[in-house]
């Protein structure tokens, strides 16, 4: 009788794990929130352009602060086609964030800037979301781009020493 009510606990025992261990599986949060909010923008810091101070673009383009930022919502389409004057195409996905130059050899604004970027120079993309998202690390195609995690609600991902700026680069970062 004992060892009948033994094994009969540790039946019990067993289909209560193996049942609680599937519920873990349904978890489905996902890193970025689709639908959210999503502004970004850029900043260039190189001891060779700007003396090794981190400046908004809009400084080294000479246009109105803020007149390159750029919104919109996270979704199944690319978010920023041809942002910051036709460099990036930039689209966000719930599990990644993915750039793909799209200006061309001969870009009148981008052209004699293709190069590897050299020491000291970083290529800032700040996207700031409208809501908490639940981004807690990461990994990179590309090691010269990394992600810091300024917050629940701002990401940036920083382009630096290495990168190879031209023409059909591209690179994703895969949120955890």
């Known amino acids: 009788m004992k060892c009948h009510k033994l094994k009969s606990l540790a039946i019990i025992f067993l289909a209560i794990t193996v049942w609680s261990c599937s519920n873990d599986d349904d978890n489905t949060t996902t890193p970025i929130t689709l639908d959210s909010a999503v502004t970004v923008t850029n900043t260039f810091q190189s001891t060779a352009f700007t003396q090794g101070a981190e400046l908004a673009i809009e400084d080294l383009f000479q246009q109105p602060e803020g007149a390159l930022a750029a919104t919109a919502n996270v979704s199944t389409a690319v978010e920023f086609p041809a942002y910051l004057l036709n460099l990036y195409d930039i689209d966000i996905d719930e ?14 604004t981008y052209g004699d800037l293709f190069r590897i970027l050299e020491a000291d120079t970083f290529d800032r993309y700040y996207f700031t979301f409208e809501n908490a998202q639940d981004v807690s690390g990461f990994t990179s195609s590309n090691s010269s781009v990394n992600l810091r995690i300024d917050s629940d609600k701002v990401l940036v ?16 970062i895969t949120l955890k």
């Open 95 to 108: 599990n990644s964030i993915s750039f793909e130059v799209v200006a061309q050899a001969d870009d009148p």
């Open 157 to 172: 991902v920083e382009i630096g020493e290495g990168y190879d700026f031209k023409p059909g680069q591209n690179f994703k």
